[in-house]
């Protein structure tokens, strides 16, 4: 029985389980996803004198960690992360910045999400389109905080 028990689990997402004393513990460890995608925003970034003196368009992805299971009960934006709000931030953040590389407004961003949003996990990709001739996008991905599952 207790085998089969655990087979099922295995089939689910959001359950930790540990077999223990001959005792099966199980936790759930909830972890959704999130998102937001080619964000387009102009800003100042680069290395070279030419770059400091114009605006690029940066392009941003980011996946973050959360657990829907309270909104999607209540059907309240309160109870999720309100991807319009951190939307307005970053947009706004990235304006006003004028980093010189990719890795530094990424780190920049991926503080913003984690302090002011309390996100615990995070995927960042932030891309120069345009950067290479011959590539569509350069960039950066990211991860910072701890995954749940």
């Not at 389980?17 to 102009?42: C, F, P």
């Not at 980011?62 to 934006?77: K, L, P, R, V």
């Not at 006003?96 to 949003?117: G, V, Y």
């Amino acid at each position: 029985m207790l085998a089969t028990t655990v087979k099922k689990l295995q089939k689910i997402k959001h359950y930790e389980y540990t077999l223990q004393d001959g005792w099966l513990h199980i936790r759930i460890t909830a972890m959704d996803i999130v998102y937001i995608k080619n964000l387009r925003v102009e800003t100042v970034i680069g290395i070279f004198d030419w770059e400091r003196k114009i605006k690029q368009t940066v392009s941003i992805d980011i996946e973050m960690a959360t657990d829907i299971t309270s909104a999607a009960a209540s059907d309240c934006i309160d109870n999720t992360l309100d991807y319009q709000s951190i939307s307005v931030r970053i947009i706004e953040f990235v304006k006003e910045s004028s980093f010189q590389l990719i890795e530094a407004l990424a780190e920049a961003i991926s503080n913003i999400l984690l302090t002011e949003f309390h996100v615990s996990w995070l995927k960042l990709r932030v891309g120069k389109p345009g950067a290479i001739p011959d590539a569509e996008d350069v960039g950066v991905i990211i991860e910072r905080g701890k995954q749940l599952s």
